[in-house]
């Protein structure tokens, strides 16, 4: 089972651009889908997407398609999420996932990263 730090969160200005990054260690990346998910205070978490271990295909939530993206560099054990002019909306905790196997609809998840924070000043 692989383990997962995310990085790249921070303090930014609403507009701005953002990519995180979730580094996997301790098994074999590529034989696992990843995904992304957001937990603001108070809220539920949220699903923000998927790719499959190959990176050829990927599930983006309906409201998240338009500023989100995500990819991964199997190479170096890692999964992105870029997310354009961000909003104070967009101000959550950001969790990585990752499931053995080629899945992009994914209701159980193998382990989950302890997350990285992204806030967005107006």
């Known amino acids: 089972q692989v383990q997962l730090v995310e990085s790249g969160g921070g303090l930014v200005q609403a507009g701005d651009s953002l990519r995180l990054s979730c580094v996997a260690s301790?098994?074999?990346?590529?034989?696992?889908?990843m995904g992304w998910f957001r937990q603001a205070p108070g809220k539920e978490r949220e699903f923000v997407g998927s790719?499959?271990?190959?990176?050829?295909?990927?599930n983006l939530a309906d409201s998240m398609k338009d500023r989100f993206t995500i990819s991964r560099d199997n190479a170096k054990n890692t999964v992105f999420l870029e997310i354009n002019g961000l909003k104070p909306e967009d101000s959550a905790v950001y969790y990585c996932?990752?499931?053995?196997?080629?899945?992009?609809?994914?209701?159980?998840?193998?382990?989950w990263g302890q997350g990285t924070q992204v806030t967005v000043s107006s």
């Open positions: 996932a990752a499931r053995s196997g080629s899945y992009l609809v994914i209701s159980e998840w193998d382990c």
């Open positions: 790719i499959i271990f190959s990176g050829t295909r990927t």
């Open positions: 301790g098994g074999t990346f590529s034989k696992y889908s």
